[in-house]
């Protein structure tokens, strides 16, 4: 069921993940300003992860009244947006610097494993709901 308490959680989220996107642009304004007009856009967009991944699909959850992510659903989505978002700057500051580095894939691949691990401990919880409900 969907309960006001769950809204709130949700708009916690939301505003979280808003406020990650504000400060992932401001970090990128802030680093190129002094990398001597080298820029990434790995670094570019980083603040988009944040506003795609959380924002957008939190607010679509908050104003339709969906049944939302239980808590362990919501911290594994977001730590895989979290660790994309870190990734996704390191990157561009490893190309700012001007070198490669081969190790970068983890972030990708942890990222991409726990926001799988988020939308299966979703999808538990509404196949639960759902048998419980019948």
């Known amino acids: 069921m969907y309960t006001s308490q769950d809204n709130r959680r949700l708009q916690k989220h939301l505003i979280g993940s ?3 996107a ?3 642009a401001f970090f990128a304004a802030v680093y190129e300003a002094f990398s001597f007009g080298v820029y990434s856009y790995f670094m570019l967009f980083a603040f988009a992860i944040p506003l795609l991944g959380c924002a957008l699909p939190y607010s679509i959850l908050t104003f339709q009244n969906k049944r939302i992510p239980d808590i362990r659903a919501l911290r594994l989505w977001n730590s895989g947006i979290a660790t ?3 990734g996704s700057i ?3 500051v490893i190309e700012i610097y001007g070198t490669t580095n081969q190790l970068i ?3 990708a691949i942890a990222g991409a494993a726990f926001c799988i691990g988020g939308l299966a401990a979703w999808r538990r919880k509404l196949i639960k709901a759902a048998t419980t409900d019948v």
Do not use: E, K
Request: some cysteine; charged content about 0%; proline content about 0%.
């Open 18 to 20: 808003i406020a990650a």
């Open 84 to 86: 994309l978002t870190v």
């Open 22 to 24: 504000l400060f992932c």
């Open 105 to 107: 894939i983890i972030y």
């Open 90 to 92: 390191m990157q561009g």
